[in-house]
C-alpha cells in the first residue's frame, strides 16, 4: 500500500544481485573494514573526499555506519596540483562547519527515494501495466522537452511582408527596411507605393552611440558539455570523462562545477597560467596581445562564488594527451583567453530615412576596439 514511508532511514552495506539472489557486496564490506581498522589507529580523520555536496554526504554516511567518534577536519579544495594541496593542508576547515551541506545532500537523497518509489509505483499502479520511473528532476526535465517538442510540431509559421528601401549617392549605397512587419500583403503594398510616389529620400535622424560587450564568462560544466556539443559532437557523458581525466592528471579544475566566476586568490594565479601557453602551438599567438594589457576582472566576483569556482587550467603543463583530452583542455584555455581580455567596444550608429511620410531604419556597427 501507497505512500511507502519508512520509520527511519538505515544505512546498510551495497546489496548486488547474483545468481543465487540479492546478497552483500564482498568488495564494499573489505573497503568499509579497511576504513574501520584506519579510523580505530587513528586520532584525528582530514576528510578528503569531494569539495561538494556528495562528496560531504559520501564521508558522513561511512562516519556514521561505522560509529565513529574521532574528530574529523575538512580539506577543501577544487584543484590537485602540489601547490593546492599543501595550501589545503595548511588551511584545514572544522567538520562542523559543513553539518549544514550533509544536512542538504541527506534531505535531497532521501526525497528522491520517497517521490521516486512512491510516485513511481503509483503511476504504474494506475496505468494497470508496465512499469513507470518517476523522479524529483527527471519527470520534470522529460516535461520540459516534451513541451518544447510540441511547440515545434504544432508551430504554425505565418507569413508577413517587410518593405526594404535601397538607395545610393556619390557611390554610398544604403540599406534600409520598414519598422513594421505587415500580415496583410495590400496594405503592405500601400505603403509601398507611399514611398515610391516621393521625390527622394531624406535623412531624418542620426543617432551615434557607442556599446561595451563582455566577453564572455568562464565555463562551468554545462556550458562546456554544451559548446563540445556543438563543436565536437561528444555527449555531456564523454565531455565529463574527459575533463575528469584531465583533472586527475591535475591540469585543470574540478569538473562538476556549476559556478562561472572565480575570487580574488585565483585570479593573481592568471598570469602565471598563461605564462605556460606561451609555447602553446598557435595560443602563443593570441598571448601577445596580454603583454601589455591587464587582465579583465568580469568574472572575478566572491559574491557569485559557489562550492567551486569556474573551470579554468592549472600552472601544470601537459605532456601526452589523447586526442580528445587536447580538444578539451583546448577549449578551457581559449575560453581563458576570452573572458580575460579586454571588453570589446563598438559604436552603433543609426539612421532614419523618410521618403515622403514613411520611414525607414538602418543600424551600422564599427568595432572601436576589440576585445
Not at 568499509?32 to 560531504?56: M, N, P, S
Not at 573572458?339 to 521618403?355: D, G, N, R
Given at each position: 500500500?501507497?505512500p511507502?514511508?519508512?520509520n527511519?532511514?538505515?544505512?546498510v ?8 539472489g ?15 581498522q584506519l579510523?580505530r ?12 555536496r556528495e ?8 562516519y ?13 579544495i577544487?584543484?590537485?596540483?602540489d601547490?593546492?594541496i ?9 567538520g562542523s562547519?559543513?553539518?549544514t ?6 534531505a ?14 503509483a503511476?504504474?499502479f494506475?496505468?494497470?501495466r508496465?512499469?513507470y ?16 517538442y510540441?511547440?515545434?510540431?504544432n508551430f504554425?509559421?505565418?507569413p508577413y511582408?517587410?518593405?526594404r ?11 534600409a ?12 503594398e500601400?505603403?509601398?507605393d ?6 527622394c ?6 543617432i551615434e552611440?557607442t556599446?561595451?560587450k ?5 565555463y562551468?560544466?554545462t556550458?562546456?558539455?554544451r559548446?563540445?556539443?556543438?563543436r565536437l ?5 564523454k565531455?565529463?570523462?574527459?575533463a575528469?581525466?584531465?583533472y ?15 575570487g ?21 599567438y593570441h598571448?601577445?596581445n596580454?603583454s601589455?594589457?591587464s ?13 567551486h569556482?569556474a ?23 581559449i ?17 532614419t ?5 514613411v520611414?525607414?531604419?538602418t ?5 572601436l576596439r576589440?576585445?
Amino acid at each position: 500500500m501507497l505512500p511507502i514511508m519508512p520509520n527511519r532511514f538505515r544505512l546498510v552495506v551495497r546489496i548486488v544481485k547474483t545468481d543465487k539472489g540479492f546478497k552483500r557486496d564482498s568488495a564494499a564490506w573489505k573497503q568499509l573494514e579497511i576504513l574501520r581498522q584506519l579510523f580505530r589507529e587513528c586520532e584525528k580523520i582530514v576528510v578528503a573526499t569531494d569539495a561538494g555536496r556528495e562528496g560531504e554526504l559520501i564521508f558522513r554516511y561511512i562516519y556514521e555506519y561505522l560509529k565513529c567518534q574521532k574528530p574529523f577536519e575538512r580539506l577543501w579544495i577544487s584543484s590537485l596540483t602540489d601547490k593546492a594541496i599543501r595550501e589545503g593542508f595548511d588551511n584545514l576547515k572544522p567538520g562542523s562547519q559543513f553539518d549544514t551541506l550533509f544536512h542538504s545532500a541527506k534531505a535531497r537523497r532521501e526525497a528522491d527515494w520517497l517521490i521516486g518509489i512512491n510516485a513511481s509505483q503509483a503511476l504504474t499502479f494506475a496505468a494497470e501495466r508496465g512499469n513507470y520511473s518517476l523522479g524529483r528532476v527527471q519527470t520534470p526535465t522529460l516535461a520540459m522537452i516534451c513541451r518544447r517538442y510540441l511547440e515545434n510540431r504544432n508551430f504554425t509559421p505565418e507569413p508577413y511582408h517587410r518593405i526594404r528601401l535601397s538607395a545610393s549617392k556619390n557611390g554610398i549605397s544604403i540599406a534600409a527596411v520598414h519598422s513594421e512587419k505587415f500580415r496583410d500583403r495590400v496594405q503592405a503594398e500601400n505603403v509601398r507605393d507611399e514611398a515610391l510616389r516621393a521625390a527622394c529620400v531624406t535623412v531624418e535622424e542620426i543617432i551615434e552611440d557607442t556599446t561595451a560587450k563582455q566577453p564572455p564568462l568562464l565555463y562551468d560544466l554545462t556550458s562546456l558539455q554544451r559548446d563540445a556539443n556543438t563543436r565536437l559532437g561528444l555527449t555531456a557523458a564523454k565531455t565529463l570523462e574527459i575533463a575528469q581525466s584531465l583533472y586527475e592528471k591535475q591540469l585543470i579544475s574540478y569538473p562538476r562545477t556549476g559556478c562561472r566566476y572565480i575570487g580574488e586568490d585565483l585570479f593573481e594565479q592568471i598570469p602565471r597560467i598563461f605564462e605556460n601557453l606561451r609555447d602553446h602551438p598557435y595560443l602563443k599567438y593570441h598571448l601577445r596581445n596580454f603583454s601589455d594589457r591587464s587582465l579583465n576582472r568580469y568574472c572575478v566576483d566572491e559574491t557569485k562564488l559557489t562550492d567551486h569556482h569556474a573551470l579554468v587550467l592549472t600552472e601544470n603543463i601537459p605532456e601526452i594527451l589523447s586526442s580528445e583530452e587536447q580538444q578539451i583542455y583546448d577549449m578551457i584555455a581559449i575560453r581563458m583567453l576570452e573572458t580575460f581580455s579586454e571588453e570589446c567596444i563598438e559604436k552603433i550608429t543609426s539612421v532614419t530615412l523618410a521618403c515622403g511620410t514613411v520611414l525607414f531604419k538602418t543600424e551600422a556597427r564599427t568595432t572601436l576596439r576589440e576585445g
